[in-house]
């Protein structure tokens, strides 16, 4: 079974529906780009995944070994999450809180697992400066360790460098890479991005409410030829 499926799922809010009718598979080691206009139901479509947003109808099933609470997540990035007043450390560290269940204080294991994750974003030796300190791209590599740490083979990110310069942007395509390549991570990522975030893609999926395309990068390029 797939990591994820959704069938014929609908999301409304007020009675109007924001996505409709959407099919969609994730398999485990995918990477897979969610393209898409402002307001066509890319972020409501996320958050119904990951168990945010109950759907009108439809089903969401997740398998192969996933839980939903094991799904690392990286929402758009908000003024207040910018000046957030933690440490590095504290900000990683809290990816794990869902793992701990009622108990107040990280074990030995969760704490290593944070400072891994962190090395892996080569921002360990920021671990003790505070978030709000950061440039904007050392800020998303610890939104994205943070995420990591929540992360059991699936990596849900919606518009993770839509803040970022051109050279904190490829800096940061360059680690999800990385993670799809080396560390297997199924990866579903939502960009405007057209270029640069297909470029890595073993899937892409458009959708205006309704799912347009779902497709190979190859098979995407022709049906926006087709399509221009």
């Known amino acids: ?112 697992r944070a400072f891994e994750n962190m090395r892996l974003l080569s921002i360990e030796d920021l671990r003790k400066t505070s978030y709000a300190a950061l440039s904007g791209g050392q800020q998303q590599r610890a939104l994205l360790a943070r995420a990591l740490c929540a992360a059991d083979g699936l990596l849900m990110l919606d518009e993770p460098v839509s803040a970022l310069d051109p050279e904190a942007t490829e800096e940061f395509y360059g680690v999800l890479r990385m993670l799809h390549r080396e560390r297997g991570m199924a990866i579903l990522m939502i960009s405007h991005d057209v270029r640069s975030a297909v470029r890595d893609a073993d899937k892409v999926v458009v959708l205006d409410r309704e799912v347009r395309f779902d497709g190979t990068r190859a098979a995407y390029a022709q049906w926006r030829k087709d399509n221009a």
């Open 1 to 112: 079974m797939a990591l994820m499926e959704l069938k014929s799922v609908t999301v409304a809010f007020e009675g109007h529906a924001a996505v409709e009718n959407v099919c969609l598979k994730l398999e485990r080691g995918e990477y897979t780009v969610m393209l898409g206009r402002n307001g066509s139901g890319k972020s409501t479509l996320m958050r119904a995944m990951l168990g945010l947003v109950r759907p009108k109808s439809g089903q969401i099933l997740v398998g192969d070994g996933l839980r939903r609470d094991h799904i690392g997540y990286m929402p758009q990035k908000t003024q207040a999450q910018r000046d957030f007043p933690a440490a590095v450390e504290e900000v990683v560290r809290s990816g794990l809180i869902n793992r701990m269940g009622r108990r107040m204080f990280y074990t030995a294991e969760e704490k290593a």
